[in-house]
């Protein structure tokens, strides 16, 4: 299908600007009447720009990347879905508290646990905790808009309001009305007061920021006729403000609103006698309704709420989507949590729960219907279509990101998934709120799922990853259009220090210390003939001996040997190497010796990095009073040349990184300022260039918090660096350099958490990344 799209507003600097890439899905059309591929938008390699809170263009990355304003960087979600925000048409804010309280049957339910509970929102400070934690949990689950219900007191509004306005949240929320059929302290005193009240609340709160007020009736069976007549009032001498009401879920509710109502000819009538039936308003649960009544909801462009966890957990009935979305009345329906008689705020497990009791009434929805259910046609049940629930350029910002391989058994069940329909039917099925990789509103992360399993990483004081503790290995791999793969486990690797990575022959290698408490060098292999990693082994020399390690090693290929250069005590500052060999006269590791130029003197650094250039091994190192020495190897004597001082003093902070680039040995360096550097050596003149700073496009300098890795591939030099964001969490970036264009605008290396340490190295094609988790 393909995706409509806006260019990016033209300008200088970024303002606003969010750039996500990932697959886009999202609903042209209702997929009920038509086929669901019909429906279906879909860009695989998609890129969603956004500037001030709304969507600004929508399609192919390749097509509008090159378009994006100054200074605007690219957020990557390699193989995840990024779909329009969840649309939650109903649920109580004031009962998350009471989720999963023993049901009995609607009216017992209300009277034994739900109103005991909605009494104590009339505390503020008590409100004020459950609409922090509300947001929270429903942003965890990816839902950016709800339609809520409060309590009787104008408190319990505030209190969601301002918390939803500080998230920037378009969320629409009403003090509840109700006057009869319950606990003296939860009822309005009158229905002039329970509209005077709701009048107040509506000048207080509608329009401001995302803000929408919701006229709420609680039922007909809390309701006189005359607070009912009064919401109908209030609800329509303020256009666009919306209703919400409970229709329909319990027989016994239904009976008692007969006796209740006996001049009415059933209970939709009772709703729209009172003027309470129209766009915006919505009804939740409508188990238990006549033809008549679902013809009245379709010609009115009234919307339902279907809530199955709260249907099925209290007893309440089956929903029928086969008379919701008959295709010559249709109703507008959206998929509703209902917490807390619903059992989760997750809509991802609500759809799970939907396809069911559609099974049972023998109307089994695919996962495009599903996830139409949970976006556009919440917004359509909302009458907000044209404002959220859709990707399309326009709509507001509000969208989720999910991931297909958040759980094991998810990522068993997509490995191998052909459709997009099949993706998010597994999502639907399986998916809970570990599959929400981030959800944004307003274009912005409003939350963001730790990828770390428990127990989650502890941070220092300073915000700053503990380096002293063991990380498990991950890796990702790059390609040049489709970009960052997922980011995996090296199996059962370890270690306290980032990982030396280098292709040699047709492996990939990992050298890695082991842990903390066993300080040796150790090794993975990546096979690209089975796409797995190898055991991982213990390095020993040729005489048995175990390599002590302490830090990151270097590793390099050079001629038919792989190189190591490494460290093996905190407190000795000699560089060590050794040298493996798959094959010839002398096979496996070399004995591990000290780094000694031609007179016999040790080499000492506090950092060292190798490449092959020009026929020998070359090892540019950080010396303990910072500045950059170098000196070469060759393969053939065994023999290391004296060390030289890199000319002009230049001193490096970090460990500096080196690597072949068409005909010069290029070295980056961080200078001490955080800011990534970078010069030259060419072996023709045997001189080093200045050193200069890496700058984007828009001249900003690129910075780092931690030593970087460099590679060539396919005719660009990648680097890869580290920065931490403003929740403490370490993310990995890189940027290319071009002869001809210099270096591009830095860009997430996928969705990779990492902490410090990590290498990068080509090999037979991908581009692969190793580092701590």
Same mark, same amino acid.
């Given at each position: ?159 969601? %309001? ?56 609680? %039922? ?7 607070? /009912? ?14 209703? !919400? ?60 709420? &279907? ?41 991802? !497990? ?8 559609? !099974? ?64 998010? %039917? ?80 047709? /492996?990939?290698?990992?050298? &890695? ?38 830090? !990151? ?115 980056? &360096? ?50 890869? %660096? ?52």
């Amino acid at each position: 299908m393909n995706a409509v799209t806006t260019p990016p507003e033209a300008g200088g600097g970024c303002g606003a600007v969010t750039a996500v890439r990932g697959s886009l899905v999202w609903f042209g059309e209702d997929p009920f009447p038509t086929s669901g591929e019909g429906a279906l938008e879909y860009v695989e390699d998609g890129l969603l720009v956004c500037r001030d809170g709304r969507i600004t263009a929508a399609g192919e990355y390749s097509d509008l990347v090159e378009k994006l304003p100054v200074g605007a960087t690219v957020v990557h979600h390699r193989d995840k879905l990024i779909l329009p925000g969840f649309v939650d048409p109903h649920v109580h804010y004031v009962q998350t508290r009471i989720i999963g309280a023993y049901g009995d049957q609607l009216l017992d339910w209300l009277q034994n646990s739900v109103y005991p509970e909605e009494a104590r929102f009339a505390s503020r400070a008590y409100a004020e905790r459950f609409a922090k934690l509300f947001c929270e949990q429903i942003l965890r689950n990816g839902t950016t808009t709800a339609l809520v219900n409060c309590a009787t007191y104008p408190v319990s509004v505030d209190a969601l %309001f301002e918390e939803t306005h500080r998230r920037g949240m378009r969320v629409a929320a009403g003090k509840v009305l109700m006057d009869r059929n319950a606990r003296p302290d939860l009822l309005d005193p009158s229905p002039r007061q329970g509209y005077e009240e709701s009048e107040a609340l509506i000048r207080k709160w509608h329009g401001v920021g995302r803000s929408l007020y919701a006229v709420t009736p609680r %039922f007909a069976v809390a309701c006189t006729g005359e607070m /009912l007549r009064l919401a109908g009032k209030l609800w329509h001498e303020h256009p666009g403000t919306l209703m !919400q009401t409970h229709l329909a879920e319990n027989t016994d509710e239904v009976e008692e609103v007969r006796r209740l109502f006996p001049d009415r000819k059933d209970y939709v009538d009772v709703y729209e006698h009172y003027g309470l039936l129209g766009r915006g308003a919505v009804f939740a649960h409508s188990v238990h309704l006549e033809k008549r009544e679902w013809k009245r909801l379709s010609a009115t462009g009234s919307g339902v709420a &279907h809530c199955p966890t709260s249907n099925l957990f209290l007893g309440s009935g089956l929903f029928s989507m086969r008379d919701a979305r008959h295709r010559k009345r249709p109703v507008h329906t959206g998929l509703g949590t209902d917490v807390g008689g619903g059992t989760s705020l997750s809509l991802l !497990q609500t759809m799970g729960e939907a396809y069911k009791v559609g !099974q049972l009434g023998h109307v089994p929805m695919d996962g495009t219907k599903l996830f139409y259910l949970a976006t556009l046609g919440g917004a359509e049940t909302m009458g907000l279509e044209g404002v959220i629930g859709s990707l399309a350029p326009g709509h507001e910002a509000d969208f989720v990101v999910l991931d297909p391989s958040a759980t094991q058994l998810l990522a068993a069940r997509t490995a191998e998934s052909e459709t997009v329909d099949d993706l998010l %039917f597994a999502l639907a099925t399986l998916g809970d709120d570990r599959a929400v990789a981030a959800t944004y509103v307003g274009g912005r992360v409003a939350h963001e799922r730790s990828p770390c399993p428990d127990p989650k990483p502890r941070r220092s004081s300073r915000r700053r990853w503990n380096r002293s503790r063991n990380r498990e290995l991950r890796w990702l791999k790059f390609e040049e259009g489709t970009g960052w793969s997922k980011d995996l486990e090296v199996p059962g690797a370890w270690s306290p220090h980032g990982p030396g990575i280098e292709a040699y022959k047709s /492996l990939l290698y990992c050298l &890695h210390q082991d842990t903390a408490a066993n300080p040796f060098l150790w090794w993975d292999v990546y096979d690209k003939e089975t796409g797995a990693w190898r055991g991982d082994r213990e390095i020993t020399d040729v005489l048995g001996n175990r390599v002590p390690n302490h830090g !990151q090693p270097a590793v390099s290929h050079a001629n038919d040997f792989l190189y190591c250069v490494h460290h093996r005590d905190v407190s000795d500052t000699r560089l060590w190497w050794s040298r493996y060999n798959i094959e010839g006269p002398e096979p496996g590791w070399s004995a591990d010796q000290v780094v000694k130029e031609p007179g016999g003197r040790e080499v000492r650094a506090t950092g060292a990095s190798l490449t092959v250039y020009d026929g020998l091994l070359y090892c540019v190192l950080r010396r303990e009073d910072s500045t950059l020495r170098w000196l070469s190897h060759d393969t053939g004597t065994k023999a290391w040349s004296a060390e030289s001082d890199v000319p002009g003093g230049f001193t490096s902070s970090r460990t500096p990184v080196v690597e072949r680039f068409k005909d010069h040995l290029y070295c980056v &360096h961080d200078r001490g300022d955080d800011q990534l550097h970078w010069m030259t050596y060419s072996s023709v003149s045997r001189s080093w260039s200045g050193s200069r700073r890496i700058e984007d496009p828009d001249g900003n300098p690129v910075r780092t918090s931690y030593a970087p890795a460099i590679a060539r591939y396919n005719d660009h030099l990648y680097c890869v %660096f580290h920065q931490e964001d403003s929740g403490g969490w370490g993310r990995l970036w890189w940027t290319r350099y071009d002869e001809g264009k210099g270096w591009s605008r830095p860009e997430r290396v996928g969705a990779a958490i990492s902490s410090a340490g990590f290498d990068v190295s080509a090999y037979h094609g991908p581009l692969f990344c190793v580092h701590r988790g």
